[in-house]
């Protein structure tokens, strides 16, 4: 069966807004073999930030990056011939990615995204499914809230699945 190629991603907010990404983890995989890794602050829309408590960036991390536009410029070529995307709590990713995409008026990545919390209570019926609990049941490496982390933890996790015979093609 063929192994698919997949982007791992994961979004760090400012505040409650969707449109409220400060930071982002993306990883690609071919078949089981991570190929890509990037992380990008990401200035917000407002100045408002309530959980640096959980990922320490603040709005003098951002002041001077660039909004969510000029960073997804560079970032959108990692999504070409991508089967899927994968994300933990995916629902929560999915939404701040399309959300930012249409306040900035870009057409968001029209791929599926696979939910690695499912994933985790399916093919292994782990239970709490947070990352830090699914990872330290899989014995995979995490800092929490790093975007990059994150985004590889998700990688790995889809990677381990499909090893334990998991295919996103089969809709399971």
Not at 98 to 111: F, N
Request: glycine letters at 4%; hydrophobic letters at 40%; aromatic letters at 10%.
């Amino acid at each position: 069966m063929q192994k698919p190629t997949f982007v791992a991603i994961d979004f760090e907010t400012a505040d409650h807004g969707r449109d409220s990404a400060c930071a982002v983890g993306i990883v690609k995989v071919r078949g089981t073999r991570i190929i890509h890794e990037e992380t990008r602050l990401i200035r917000p829309p407002r100045r408002t930030f309530c959980f640096s408590y959980l990922h320490h960036i603040t709005w003098e991390h951002v002041a001077d990056q660039p909004a969510f536009r000029q960073v997804w410029r560079t970032l959108r070529p990692l999504f070409e011939g991508v089967d899927f995307l994968a994300a933990h709590n995916a629902s929560f990713d999915r939404s701040v990615l399309h959300t930012c995409c249409e306040k900035a008026r870009i057409r968001p990545p029209h791929q599926d995204f696979v939910c690695t919390v499912r994933l985790a209570r399916r093919v292994w019926g782990i239970y709490p499914s947070s990352l830090p609990h699914v990872c330290l049941n899989l014995a995979l490496p995490l800092n929490h809230h790093d975007p990059l982390s994150d985004a590889r933890a998700c990688a790995k996790i889809v990677i381990e699945a499909m090893q334990q015979g998991w295919s996103p093609y089969r809709g399971d």
